[in-house]
């Protein structure tokens, strides 16, 4: 049987899905949608879509996070510098230098959550 797939996406789960939305928000300049206000939110790129929900009581355990996952979310940008000025402005500075890579440079940073950032910009 052959499966037929038709998207494919990052979710997010946090607790304080506010702050996390909030985030996005200011970083990607756009606004959710859909979006269910303390419940869902969906930033839809040209290319990609980014879900942050918050989990049932039931099953926050399933969902904790620590900085030590192995997920990274992965954003090309046209300004390296710029999209770290933004974040530092944002009061999440990345705690690390500009790393030069065969494919470009970049450098990581995290969302309140603790979910990793790349920010890549082509060379």
Do not use: W
Not at 12 to 17: E, F, G, H, M, R
Not at 64 to 92: F, H, Q
Not at 94 to 110: L, Q
């Amino acid at each position: 049987m052959n499966i037929k797939y038709t998207d494919a996406f990052i979710t997010i789960a946090t607790t304080d899905i506010n702050k996390t939305v909030e985030f996005y928000r200011q970083f990607l300049k756009l606004n959710p949608e859909p979006y269910i206000a303390n419940a869902y939110a969906e930033f839809r790129l040209e290319k990609f879509k980014l879900a942050i929900f918050k989990p049932k009581e039931s099953n926050v355990i399933e969902f904790n996070n620590s900085r030590g996952s192995g997920l990274s979310i992965c954003l090309e940008v046209v300004d390296l510098a710029k999209a770290i000025a933004t974040l530092t402005a944002m009061g999440y500075p990345p705690p690390g230098k500009i790393i030069t890579a065969s494919h470009g440079r970049e450098i990581y940073a995290y969302d309140p959550t603790g979910n990793r950032l790349i920010l890549h910009q082509q060379i």
